[in-house]
C-alpha cells in the first residue's frame, strides 16, 4: 500500500496513517488492522506507545470543551493555563472535571495549575471564546513557575464572587470552584474534580426564560485534535427532540403502515410490468 493510496483515503486517514506508518516502520505499534486494504484499523493499547495513544484519543473524542484555568499558589501569584480533558460530570451538586497531566520531559512534576489547586483549593474555569482564543493560547507556553501567563497575555482579572482567585476579566463566562477531589491516575496525571460554587455570565449571553445560556452568541471554542485546531460552537446545524417512549410506539404503527404501503405498491408495479 502506497502512501498516495491511503492518504486518498480521507480526513481520518490523513490524522492516523503519520502515526500508523511511524509505528510500523519501528514495528512497535498495537496496529492490527487490515493493513492491505486500510479498511479497519484496530489498536491495542497494550502495545500502543502512549504518544500514539494520546494522539488517537485526542481525535476521537471531539470536540472537546476547554477550561481556561485561573488558579494561585498560597503567596497569592496567579496562573492561568488551559485544559480540553474537561466536562461537567454531575449537576447536583454541579461537578466538573479535567485532566492535568504532568509536566512535559519533567520526572514526575505536576503542572502549575495542578500544585496550585492541590494547596489552595481554589481555582476559575473560565470559558474560552472565539475572540479570546489566541489569547489562551499563549497561557498553554510553557513559562517557568512563578510567571502570570495572563500578563504575558496582556488579559486582566476581576475579582470572583465566592472563591479567592479571580476570574479574567475579559471572559465573558465563568465557574468558580473548590477541589472536590483530586485522583491519581497512573504515575503521570492526575483528575481534578471541582465543585462549581457560583457561575458568572454576562447578561446579555442569558435567555432569562430558562435560565439557558444563549450559546449561538456566546461563541465558545472546542479543541479538535493536538494539531491546534479547533471547532466553532455556534454551527449547531439541527435540532432533534428527545422521543417518549410512547411516541416510539406511534412511530413504530405509523413506520410499518409505510413500508406495508411501500410493499403493496411495489408489487402492483411489477404486476403492471408484467401484465
Ligand atoms: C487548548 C489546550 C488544551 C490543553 N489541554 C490540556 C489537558 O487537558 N491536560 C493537560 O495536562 N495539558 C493540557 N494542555 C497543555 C497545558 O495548557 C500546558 O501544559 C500549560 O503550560 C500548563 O500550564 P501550568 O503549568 O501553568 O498549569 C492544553 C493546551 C491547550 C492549548
Not at 92 to 98: A, C, E, L, T
Request: hydrophobic share 40%.
Amino acid at each position: 500500500m502506497t502512501r498516495t493510496g491511503l492518504a486518498g483515503k480521507g480526513c481520518l486517514t490523513l490524522l492516523v496513517y503519520p502515526m500508523v506508518g511511524a509505528g510500523l516502520s519501528h514495528g512497535s505499534a498495537g496496529f492490527d488492522g487490515d493493513w492491505a486494504t486500510g479498511g479497519r484499523m484496530n489498536f491495542e493499547m497494550e502495545k500502543t506507545p502512549a504518544r500514539e495513544i494520546y494522539n488517537l484519543l485526542i481525535g476521537l473524542v471531539a470536540p472537546r470543551p476547554i477550561a481556561w484555568v485561573t488558579s494561585m499558589d498560597e503567596q497569592g501569584r496567579l496562573n492561568a493555563a488551559p485544559f480540553s480533558s474537561y466536562n461537567y460530570l454531575c449537576t447536583d451538586p454541579p461537578i466538573v472535571g479535567m485532566g492535568v497531566m504532568d509536566k512535559p520531559g519533567g520526572v514526575g512534576v505536576p503542572k502549575d495549575t495542578a500544585w496550585n489547586i492541590k494547596r489552595t483549593e481554589e481555582y476559575v474555569i473560565n470559558v474560552v471564546t472565539e475572540d479570546l482564543l489566541e489569547k489562551m493560547n499563549v497561557c498553554a507556553t510553557d513559562f517557568p513557575a512563578g510567571v502570570n501567563e495572563l500578563e504575558m497575555a496582556g488579559l486582566g482579572t476581576a475579582a470572583s464572587s465566592v472563591v479567592k482567585v479571580p476570574r479574567i476579566a475579559e471572559a465573558h463566562a465563568a465557574l468558580e470552584c473548590r477541589e472536590y477531589a483530586a485522583i491519581a491516575i497512573g504515575n503521570k496525571s492526575r483528575i481534578v474534580l471541582g465543585q462549581v460554587v457560583a457561575m458568572y455570565v454576562e447578561d446579555r449571553f442569558v435567555d432569562m426564560a430558562g435560565p439557558y445560556i444563549k450559546a449561538e452568541e456566546l461563541h465558545a471554542v472546542g479543541r479538535m485534535n493536538g494539531l491546534g485546531s479547533y471547532v466553532r460552537t455556534r454551527d449547531a446545524f439541527v435540532t432533534v427532540p428527545r422521543i417518549s417512549y410512547a411516541e416510539w410506539e406511534k412511530g413504530k404503527r405509523q413506520r410499518f403502515a409505510l413500508s406495508r404501503w411501500r410493499r403493496w405498491c411495489r408489487g402492483a408495479v411489477r404486476g403492471l410490468r408484467r401484465g
